[in-house]
């Protein structure tokens, strides 16, 4: 069985005039083979907190929704625990840079999962599976 992490930059596909090929993906693979990251939802909730300032009615209504979200994923949300953050660190040793890339590349290579990204060329060289859903025609690749 194959398990997909999910980047922040695929889930906000996920949306009725979401990218085509990024829902056509999404609509063959079982719900329970997915995973969410915390630092996937850390990432969208500071967004949403820095929008407060500029827009606190939009900010509010896109909170709730990632509330949602993280109720709906509570079984499926991946911490970061020791084993990753050794990983993140050796990869972040390797190239310091992305970051917050690094740290779901990590989580991906432990638990074995292949990560759903658009931001393929972030990976390379991390060693893990990564599968583009922007590609008409996605398929799991190691980078």
Same mark, same amino acid.
């Given at each position: 069985m194959t398990i997909y992490l999910l980047d922040e930059n695929v889930l906000r596909?996920?949306?009725p005039n979401g990218n085509f090929e990024v829902l056509a993906w999404y609509a063959t693979v079982a719900e329970s083979d997915l995973r969410i990251s915390v630092m996937t939802f850390f990432e969208k909730r500071r967004g949403w907190e820095r929008r407060?300032?500029?827009?606190?009615e939009l900010a509010t209504a896109r909170l709730a929704e990632l509330d949602a979200l993280e109720s709906a994923y509570r079984d499926r949300m991946v911490s970061i625990d020791g084993a990753v953050v050794a990983?993140?660190?050796r990869l972040l040793g390797a190239k310091n840079k992305n970051q917050r890339d690094k740290a779901l590349a990590a989580t991906a290579v432990v638990h074995g999962f #292949?990560? #759903?990204t658009r931001n393929v060329d972030d990976m390379r060289g991390c060693n893990v599976? #990564?599968?583009n859903p922007l590609k008409a025609q996605p398929a799991i690749e190691t980078v």
């Open positions: 596909e996920l949306h407060k300032k500029d827009d606190p990983e993140w660190a #292949v990560l #759903v599976q #990564v599968l």
